[in-house]
C-alpha cells in the first residue's frame, strides 16, 4: 500500500523565535534551506507521484530542494489561522491568559481577511485533504507528499487516525522533518515520525524551539 509522506518545511526567523506563524509569508533561513535540502536522501527509495504543497513560500521552497516534482498547491494545506495571535509567542499569550492552550481554547479573533481558526476549522480542511489523497492511494501505486506546516499536519494526522482534530496536540513536530502515514491490517497507523539526517543542521531541526508553530 502506499504511504502518505508528510514534510514540515525547513526553519524560518518565526520558527527561531517561537512566534504564530500562520498567514505571515516567511522565506527559510539559511538553516532552513540545509534543511530542505537534507530531505532529498530520506526521499529517494519512495516513488511519490504527486506531492501537495502549501501556497506559503516556506513550504514550496522546502519541496523544491527536497527535490519533489509533480507539484501542485493546495490552500488547504496552508498553517492554522492564528488570527489575533499571529505573530505572537505563547509565553506572550500566557502573560494575560496563564492557562491558554490553543489546541481547546482556540485563539482570538483577527481582521476580517484573518479571523482565526479552531482546531474543528482546521480539521475540516484536513479532512478535504485526506479525501483527495485516499483517492489517489492506491495498493502498488506511489506515495503522495503533503509539504506544509507544524499545526496543520499535526491535525491532518489527528484525522487520518479517527482521532479528534485536537488530538493533534499528542505529535510533535520538528522543522525540516519526514513522518509517514500507512496502513497495518487494514487500520491506520503512523509508519514513522519526525526523520531527519543525523548532520549539524539535525540538532536545530529538532530543538524544542524548532518544533512549534508555523
Given at each position: 500500500m502506499?504511504?502518505?509522506?508528510?514534510?514540515?518545511?525547513?526553519?524560518?526567523?518565526?520558527?527561531?523565535?517561537g512566534?504564530?506563524?500562520?498567514h505571515?509569508?516567511?522565506p527559510?533561513t539559511?538553516?532552513?534551506?540545509d534543511?530542505?535540502r537534507?530531505?532529498v536522501?530520506?526521499?529517494?527509495?519512495?516513488?511519490i507521484?504527486?506531492a501537495?504543497?502549501?501556497?506559503?513560500?516556506?513550504a514550496?521552497?522546502?519541496?523544491?530542494?527536497?527535490?519533489?516534482?509533480?507539484?501542485?498547491v493546495?490552500?488547504d494545506l496552508?498553517?492554522?489561522?492564528?488570527?489575533?495571535?499571529?505573530?505572537l509567542?505563547?509565553?506572550?499569550?500566557?502573560r494575560t491568559?496563564?492557562h491558554w492552550?490553543?489546541w481547546?481554547?482556540?485563539?482570538?479573533?483577527?481582521?476580517?481577511?484573518?479571523?482565526?481558526?479552531?482546531a474543528?476549522?482546521v480539521g475540516?480542511r484536513a479532512?478535504?485533504?485526506?479525501?483527495?489523497?485516499r483517492?489517489?492511494?492506491s495498493?502498488?501505486?506511489?506515495?503522495?507528499a503533503?509539504v506544509?506546516?507544524s499545526h496543520?499536519?499535526?491535525v491532518l494526522?489527528?484525522?487520518y487516525?479517527?482521532l479528534?482534530?485536537a488530538?493533534?496536540?499528542l505529535f510533535?513536530l520538528?522543522?525540516?522533518?519526514v513522518?509517514?502515514?500507512?496502513t497495518e491490517?487494514?487500520?491506520?497507523v503512523?509508519?514513522?515520525?519526525n526523520?531527519a539526517?543525523p548532520?549539524?543542521?539535525?540538532?536545530?531541526?529538532?530543538?524544542?524551539?524548532?518544533a512549534?508553530?508555523g
Amino acid at each position: 500500500m502506499s504511504e502518505l509522506i508528510l514534510i514540515r518545511h525547513g526553519e524560518t526567523a518565526w520558527t527561531l523565535s517561537g512566534q504564530h506563524t500562520g498567514h505571515t509569508d516567511l522565506p527559510l533561513t539559511a538553516r532552513g534551506e540545509d534543511q530542505a535540502r537534507a530531505l532529498v536522501p530520506l526521499l529517494a527509495d519512495r516513488r511519490i507521484t504527486l506531492a501537495l504543497v502549501s501556497p506559503y513560500q516556506r513550504a514550496r521552497r522546502t519541496a523544491e530542494l527536497a527535490g519533489l516534482t509533480s507539484t501542485r498547491v493546495t490552500d488547504d494545506l496552508r498553517e492554522w489561522d492564528y488570527g489575533g495571535y499571529e505573530g505572537l509567542t505563547t509565553a506572550e499569550i500566557h502573560r494575560t491568559l496563564p492557562h491558554w492552550d490553543m489546541w481547546t481554547d482556540g485563539v482570538a479573533p483577527g481582521p476580517a481577511e484573518h479571523p482565526g481558526e479552531s482546531a474543528f476549522d482546521v480539521g475540516e480542511r484536513a479532512d478535504r485533504v485526506l479525501a483527495e489523497v485516499r483517492e489517489a492511494l492506491s495498493p502498488g501505486g506511489g506515495d503522495i507528499a503533503l509539504v506544509a506546516h507544524s499545526h496543520v499536519l499535526r491535525v491532518l494526522t489527528a484525522r487520518y487516525l479517527g482521532l479528534a482534530p485536537a488530538a493533534g496536540a499528542l505529535f510533535q513536530l520538528a522543522t525540516g522533518t519526514v513522518s509517514s502515514l500507512g496502513t497495518e491490517h487494514g487500520r491506520p497507523v503512523i509508519t514513522g515520525w519526525n526523520l531527519a539526517l543525523p548532520a549539524r543542521f539535525t540538532d536545530a531541526a529538532t530543538s524544542p524551539d524548532l518544533a512549534g508553530t508555523g
